[in-house]
Structure formats: C-alpha cells, structure tokens
C-alpha cells in the first residue's frame, strides 16, 4: 500500500509538466472555436493519440498508479486546457471504468482496446446508464435486457439520454434491468459491439458548457448481443441476483450494482476536472488583477480584488487535496465510511462553479465577453454540480454514510 502523499514524484512532475505543454499548446487555441462548432473535435483527440495521451496504454498507466494520483493529476491538466474538449478527449474513460470495473479479464483485453481505436483511426466508446425518467434515481431504470437461452443473447430495449459519445461511439457500454422486481440490485452492465443493428442515436443536446463534448440520446430497439457481452458473465450475475433475492426476503443488506460502482470510482476524478477548470479561471483572474490599472494602479492592489483571490487559491487547494485524498484511498482499498469519493466532488464541483463566478467579477465586463475565457470556463463549470449525480445527491449519499443508512 503506497503511503498518502501530497506531494508528486519525479515521473508524476514529468508527465504532469507533458499533459501541461499539451494543453497549452493544443487545447487552449482550439478551445474557443471547438465551443461554438459545437462538434466533435476529432482533430484535437486525434493529437492526443499520436502523443499518446488518447490511448489505453496511458490511461492504465494513470489509473494503476499505486498513490491514486495519476488519474486526478492528468485530469487538472487537461481540463486545465478546456473543459469541453478534455471531456471529449477522456469520455471513453467512463465506458472504460465500467469494464475495468466489472468485466472479466477477458472483456477487458477484448473491448477496452476497440474504445480507443489507433492514431491513425481513433475511436470513442460511450457509458450509457441515465434515463429520462432515471437520472439520480438510477433505481428508475426501464431499459430491460432478456436472456435468450436459446440463442445465448441477450435482447436489450430502451432509450438513454445524456449519454458522453452517445450514438457515435464504437463501442457502447449499456446498464440494463435484468430483474425489475431487485431495483438497484437487478442491474447489469452490457456492451453493445460496433454495428449491432438496433441501436441508434436519439436527439443531441446543444447545452450551455462542454459544448466540444457530444452528448446524446441512445436508443436501443430489439438490440441482441452474445451472451458474452454481459459484464462479469452470466455465472456471476446469476449468483449475485441470487443473494439480493434472498436478501430482499429477509428485508437485508446493500449490494452494490454495476452503475453505482462505475460511479464511486470516477467521482473523484470529476472532482479533478473541475479543479482544472477552477484552477484555470483563478490564473487568468490573477494576471488580469495584476496588470488592469484602475485610479493609478492595479487592481490587485484593492482588498475586494485580493481578498477574493486568496478565498479562490484557497478552495481550489482545499478541493484538489479532498480529490487526492479519495483518490489515494480507492487505489489503495480504504472504504469510503464517510463517503470521501462523494465529498471529493461536491466541494470541488461548487468550488469551479464559484471560482469561475469570481473570476468573471473581477474581469468585469470584459469577463462577460467571449474575448476572455473565464465566460466559457463559468459556462463549463455549471456541469459538475450535476453530472455523475447532482450535488444535492453527493449530500444524500454523504449524510446517509454518516448516519449508517442504506444508498440506494
């Protein structure tokens, strides 16, 4: 077990200081023109798998760091750059997550790689679990999948919605109901192999930030796929179905489903995005407040600009050590007891969305123009309070931690 540190090794500095040059250099003068395409920046992901930052070789680099700190760091960095485009860049993450965390070794080494595709023809895979009418209440989801003995297929039906890739992935990972009667419990994960008739792309959403990040509905009509694309396999989910049924008529414990697994271990690294995003506004605040004169002199020089700055430094140091800290303990086995994965990105999330509000107020005007980032940036920042549950969620799953009840 590596020790909790806070502070970068040598080999961590060096490729902190790579993703860095990259976003400065790539990302940030593609950003402003990528956010009102409002496209795909297949160009900008097609960089970052020639250097190698687009590729399954540097994500499991990242994400089996033994102190936890490879995934957050490299997610600063790159949402450091611009929230829209790294979400493009790392939406094939969350589908990734998802296998990693329930698929056998065999899912992992088949489908992870066809995620990513190569720098020549590079690919995304997409997480496919909220719903219309299931978005928090994960426990609401209508998207049935039915096991066809005969045919060792299963039938998936239902529609998506908010899907990061949904509909131009290659690979799509999907959260189905395979017993309704279990809720939560009677969940499953699926993958959905590149052209499998029956699944299509619904409506694409044009929203307010992270306009460089597709976001789609998925919809699944009549989609089969072999037996083989059940996450985990069909022995284990008969098992673990099994134990909820029996639990469920001794009015018993927890068992965790598939999404929610997915979910506790990206949390953290949404709260390192928007560390980025904070962490970029506060920079571009702090330069403005240093060289805008205003009566003869900077406006840093002011206690209402200044001490608004030193409140932004410290909940962005604050926040970025409630990522790592969750993050050193999900690497290294250390239960959540006082849900530190959802602390993590509550007060990170509603850090990037006040920072980037006070970066906004310091630049004036000017701050309210797109001649300046930290609009785009507030813009962008308003996502992390919703997306991989809601703040108001975070609260819940928080408060019911501490008081030792079930989260459903």
């Known amino acids: 077990m590596a020790e909790f540190t806070m502070e970068l090794n040598d080999e961590q500095k060096e490729v902190r200081d790579w993703l860095h040059g990259f976003a400065a250099d790539v990302i940030r003068p593609a950003a402003a023109e990528w956010d009102e395409r409002e496209e795909t920046p297949w160009p900008v992901i097609q960089e970052a798998a020639k250097v ?30 611009d929230a829209g485009i790294a979400l493009s860049i790392v939406g094939t993450g969350l589908a990734a997550v998802g296998v990693l965390a329930n698929g056998t070794e065999e899912q992992i080494g088949t489908w992870i790689p066809q995620m990513y595709g190569d720098p020549n023809d590079v690919k995304v895979a997409a997480f496919c679990s909220s719903e219309p009418d299931a978005g928090s209440d994960v426990a609401s989801l ?60 619904g ?12 976001t789609a509905e998925v919809v699944l009509d009549d989609v089969r796929v072999p037996g083989s694309c059940l996450l985990g396999g069909k022995e284990k989910l008969d ?14 414990e927890r068992v965790k489903n598939a999404a929610m697994a997915t979910f506790e271990a990206s949390r953290p690294a949404v709260g390192a995005m928007a560390v980025g995003t904070a962490r970029a506004a506060y920079e571009v605040a702090l330069d403005y407040a240093r ?26 140091d604050a926040a970025r050590l409630l990522v790592w ?45 797109r001649e300046y980032p930290v609009e785009r940036m507030h813009r962008d920042s308003a996502i992390y309070t919703i997306f991989e549950g809601t703040s108001e969620i975070q609260r819940l799953v928080i408060s019911r931690t501490l008081a030792g009840m079930p989260i459903r």
């Not at 992935?169 to 309704?180: E, G, I, K, L």
């Not at 409506?203 to 990040?213: L, N």
């Not at 098992?239 to 018993?252: F, I, P």
């Not at 993590?344 to 701050?367: M, Y």
Request: proline fraction near 3%; charge should be positive; hydrophobic fraction near 40%.
């Open 142 to 201: 209508r998207t049935r999948a039915v096991y066809d003995e005969a045919k060792d297929e299963w039938v998936i039906n239902g529609t998506k919605t908010w899907a990061t890739n949904g509909g131009i992935a290659n690979v799509h990972v999907v959260v189905a109901s395979v017993d309704p009667e279990l809720g939560s419990k009677g969940h499953a994960s699926f993958i959905v192999p590149p052209g499998t008739e029956g699944l299509s792309q």
């Open 52 to 81: 190698g930052i687009y590729s399954l070789d540097f994500y499991a680099q990242q994400y089996f760091d033994s102190t936890g700190l490879g995934i957050p760091m490299a997610m600063e960095e790159l949402f450091w750059g």
């Open 239 to 252: 098992e673990r179905l099994a134990r909820a049924r029996e639990k469920a008529k001794s009015g018993g």
């Open 291 to 316: 060289t805008r004169e205003q009566f003869g002199r900077p406006i840093i020089d002011n206690q209402g600009v200044a001490f608004q700055l030193a409140d932004m430094r410290t909940q962005i």
């Open 325 to 369: 800290r969750a993050s050193w303990m999900a690497v290294n086995g250390r239960p959540f007891t006082a849900a530190e994965g959802s602390m993590s990105k509550l007060f990170a999330s509603e850090t990037a969305k006040k920072v980037t509000a006070q970066a906004i107020q310091i630049l004036g005007g000017n701050g309210y123009t």
């Open 203 to 214: 409506q694409k959403f044009k929203k307010h930030g992270i306009r460089a990040s597709h």
